[in-house]
């Protein structure tokens, strides 16, 4: 039970520098016009948005990293003959020309390098994961470890002593 009134706490300082940005950004919206994102944890995307979007409001760089590859599509659709259409050809992936293992989220917090890997439930670091944190770690960087804001939060205060 503490553990959910602690991530209200972090969630609930989320939103409040949210509305605060907010506020100065556009100053003559009333307040029952404003309107708060609906921040989660619980998915891998909804955590990664929290982190994001807590360092750009602490005036941080934040962004997210996408290591996915792409998607060459060689179809081609036609009408035959007989008025119906065909789609012929394939549907081609090129793997990712970036690092493998790169981190979910790269930051510049106060002139560091910052790398954030969003982990949640039972999901944990592959190899290629690892030996990225190594060398981040290895060349002066921070790497953290996400499974939810609260610990995020936490570890932002300690490591950057904000807040």
Not at 68 to 94: A, Q
Not at 132 to 153: H, M
């Amino acid at each position: 039970m503490e553990a959910d009134t602690s991530t209200r706490q972090g969630l609930q300082v989320l939103r409040d520098l949210h509305l605060t940005a907010d506020r100065l950004r556009y100053p003559n919206v009333p307040e029952y016009g404003r309107v708060i994102p609906n921040y989660t944890d619980k998915t891998a995307n909804g955590l990664t948005k929290c982190i994001i979007d807590f360092i750009r409001l602490n005036n941080f760089q934040s962004e997210r990293i996408n290591c996915t590859g792409r998607v060459i599509d060689r179809r081609k659709t036609y009408t035959d003959v007989l008025g119906h259409s065909r789609t012929v050809g394939s549907i081609d992936y090129v793997k990712t020309s970036g690092q493998t293992g790169t981190a979910d989220i790269s930051a510049t917090i106060q002139g560091r390098s910052v790398k954030i890997e969003v982990k949640i439930g039972r999901d944990r670091q592959r190899p290629e994961q690892i030996e990225y944190q190594k060398q981040i770690e290895a060349s002066g960087g921070l790497y953290f470890i996400a499974t939810d804001f609260e610990q995020f939060f936490t570890w932002y205060q300690k490591s950057w002593g904000v807040l």
